[in-house]
């Protein structure tokens, strides 16, 4: 049956359908405590809970290990993804089952959180654990552990009036349950970095390192176990043999240990602590900053210098899947460019715009059109220090242009001068030291102890980026100091994630020890006798 409009209601109709067809104003708030800066298209009550959820995680985490340092320790960035529209726009191409990520990178160290996934909050806990976990002295904690101990607390129950830990994980619950015959050997587990090809899927790779875990948070004389377990493995002890002295027990008698805690009742802590109210500072963006936040994101991550995916040493790629994956990358990044260039158009004027125009004449290989997008920005007396930062990055691209030695070293000159200014204006900014190390790398008497030490202080503010601890353990290696140079790269070679970092500083690791007459303990993959299976449902 059809209904007969009158004139009016069907004009209403019509406005209110192509309203809806119009692009939706985005009115994005951030809220300030004081270990995060939390980012969203959301109401004030909600961002201001959601920080104070975060903090209050952060306050957890600080109760059972207190991070004691001489330097104020930059804020965590976390967005907030309103479902998988915005998750596309974080991240294009991330699956659809992701909610969320975190990304430690030399761009711009930040997490995304889908807050539409029910498994928001333990992505939120899980990835800060590893943030967390970096700041912490724990160079040297093995893979199994670093993944054990961000899925341990990543089940945590936050609220204001109370908290627990070591609740129970269904998802890897339900991979443990597949039968004893589907874990992974215990010596397989504390020596292995998961690899996409090896013969234990992720999921149970997880699933066992968070049992595994969980077994040793449960009384406090495991707890010494594992703590006198992580001393030896730290000192330089073969794992297997490390856990065999600390339990006193073999590593077939540990995983039945596991599993039948793990058949019981598992035990969960309400602990009686007390966690002041977390203060909140709400703020609103500007509407160019509220349009552009997704963008400003991927255009700060993406690298100026176009390079080919490192290969991770393990995982089989055919040309034809690299020649694809770099074709992908390729139109992501000229779109990128496009959407960069169209909303500095739209928003003429404004400092966010002045940005992404600069970002993008970099990722277009035209410095000279990205100093001159920031020219009202830098200008004498300016403290903009993400302005002063692109400025000197792009007369560094502009150095390395320059086929006179003399006009390049002037450009250099006149970089460090930005990256200078850059750093009084916000000395925690760990990007203003790696372009100043930028700008030093190549050139005479380099790294002089000056380099070193700008490096030392870039990895105090983000001990999380892998790039920047490559550098520094390169450094370290040219002026012979291997040790230092090991105890840096020791965290990126434990990765559970293999990749071209992990590759590289495993490497450095060995030339290190071969310095000293030492011997390096190779860690094989698990062999790729058989394809990954798929991970259960949750």
């Keep these: 049956?059809?209904?007969?409009?009158?004139?009016?209601?069907?004009?209403?109709?019509?406005?209110?359908?192509?309203?809806?067809?119009?692009?939706?104003?985005?009115?994005?708030?951030?809220?300030?405590?004081?270990?995060?800066?939390?980012?969203?298209?959301?109401?004030?009550?909600?961002l201001r809970a959601y920080a104070q959820k975060a903090e209050r995680f952060d306050s957890l985490l600080r109760t059972y290990y207190p991070i004691v340092v001489d330097h104020e320790i930059p804020k965590l960035e976390i967005f907030l993804a309103d479902g998988r529209r915005d998750m596309l726009q974080a991240s294009p191409g991330i699956s659809a089952g992701v909610g969320g990520y975190y990304s430690p990178n030399s761009g711009r160290i930040h997490?995304?959180?889908?807050?539409?996934?029910?498994?928001?909050?333990?992505?939120?806990?899980?990835?800060?654990?590893?943030?967390?976990?970096?700041?912490?002295n724990s160079n040297a904690y093995p893979s199994w552990f670093v993944e054990g101990f961000a899925e341990y607390y990543a089940t945590a129950d936050i609220r204001p009036d109370r908290i627990q830990f070591g609740r129970h994980h269904p998802g890897r619950m339900q991979a443990l349950n597949l039968g004893p015959n589907s874990w992974a050997k215990m010596e397989d587990v504390l020596t292995w970095r998961y690899t996409p090809s090896g013969r234990y899927p992720a999921y149970l790779y997880y699933a066992q390192a968070w049992g595994m875990t969980h077994y040793f948070m449960s009384t406090p004389e495991r707890t010494q176990m594992l703590g006198r377990y992580l001393a030896a493995v730290v000192g330089g002890q073969n794992s297997v043999q490390a856990m065999r002295e600390a339990t006193g027990r073999t590593p077939e008698q540990l995983q039945t240990d596991v599993r039948m805690y793990l058949s019981g009742s598992i035990n969960v802590w309400t602990p009686q602590i007390t966690i002041p109210e977390p203060q909140v500072t709400v703020t609103s963006l500007t509407p160019a900053e509220s349009a552009m936040a997704w963008l400003d994101l991927r255009l700060d991550r993406t690298p100026v210098i176009e390079e080919p995916a490192e290969e991770d040493g393990a995982t089989r790629k055919s040309e034809a899947q690299k020649a694809r994956e770099a074709r992908e990358e390729a139109e992501e990044r000229a779109k990128l460019i496009r959407d960069a260039f169209a909303m500095a158009e739209r928003h003429r004027g404004d400092r966010m715009a002045m940005l992404a125009e600069a970002r993008a004449h970099r990722l277009s290989h035209d410095p000279e059109a990205a100093f001159n997008a920031l020219e009202s920005l830098v200008g004498e007396g300016s403290t903009d220090a993400d302005a002063l930062r692109l400025a000197g990055m792009s007369l560094l691209d502009l150095a390395d242009k320059e086929a006179d030695a003399d006009a390049a070293m002037g450009r250099r000159r006149a970089a460090m001068g930005y990256l200078s200014r850059a750093l009084d204006a916000d000395p925690l900014d760990f990007r203003i030291y790696l372009g100043l190390n930028d700008a030093r790398k190549g050139q005479a008497r380099y790294p002089t102890d000056n380099d070193v030490s700008t490096l030392e202080v870039a990895m105090a503010l983000a001990p999380q980026s892998f790039d920047t601890r490559l550098r520094l353990g390169q450094a370290y290696l040219a002026r012979q100091l291997n040790a230092e140079a090991i105890n840096v790269l020791t965290p990126v070679a434990n990765s559970p994630h293999r990749s071209g970092y992990t590759r590289r500083a495993r490497e450095m690791i060995a030339a290190a020890n071969a310095a000293m007459g030492r011997s390096t303990e190779v860690f094989?993959?698990?062999?790729?006798?058989e394809d990954p299976a798929e991970a259960p449902a949750a």
């Design 1 to 46: 049956m059809f209904t007969a409009f009158t004139k009016p209601l069907a004009a209403a109709l019509v406005l209110l359908v192509a309203c809806a067809a119009g692009p939706v104003r985005a009115d994005w708030r951030k809220a300030e405590t004081a270990h995060f800066i939390v980012y969203g298209d959301a109401s004030e009550q909600a």
């Design 111 to 136: 997490a995304v959180v889908n807050t539409e996934a029910i498994s928001g909050d333990v992505v939120l806990f899980h990835e800060y654990a590893h943030h967390f976990m970096f700041q912490m």
């Design 524 to 529: 094989e993959a698990p062999p790729s006798e």
